[in-house]
Nanobody
Framework: QLQASGGGLVQAGGSLRLSCAAS????????MGWFRRAPGKEREFVAA????????LYADSLKGRFTIIRDNAKNGVFLQMDSLKPEDTAVYYC??????????????????WGQGTLVTVSS
């Protein structure tokens, strides 16, 4: 089970840190990712990190502003979001691929999904 938190309202240019914690055993090799769905749009990939090699992958448009970080204490991940823009407004979902070895942007490879946390960026 995944629990995402940390969403809220922030002004453009501000920062937010999302958190996702996984309950239960995850093993030594898994991938956790963040996706988002903006109003009226399809869900899209944001970032992912692989536990085994600590490799990361980002959506090209978000590189340099978003950072995915492992949360070893809670067996989860953070998503640090800086220089936020109104177009970053979306529901953000964390996802878990229990058997993954490499960070992936493929939504179908993730078996478990969190409930989503809303991020609203005002202009």
């Amino acid at each position: 089970q995944l629990q995402a938190s940390g969403g809220g309202l922030v002004q453009a240019g501000g920062s937010l840190r999302l958190s996702c914690a996984a309950s239960g055993r995850t093993g030594s090799s898994f991938v956790m990712g963040w996706f988002r769905r903006a109003p009226g749009k399809e869900r899209e990939f944001v970032a992912a990190i692989a536990r085994r090699f600590d490799s990361t992958l980002y959506a090209d448009s978000l590189k340099g502003r978003f950072t995915i970080i492992r949360d070893n204490a809670k067996n989860g991940v953070f998503l640090q979001m800086d220089s936020l823009k109104p177009e970053d407004t979306a529901v953000y979902y964390c996802a878990l691929d229990l058997s993954g070895r490499y960070a992936s942007r493929d939504q179908s490879s993730y078996e478990y999904w969190g409930q989503g946390t809303l991020v609203t960026v005002s202009s």
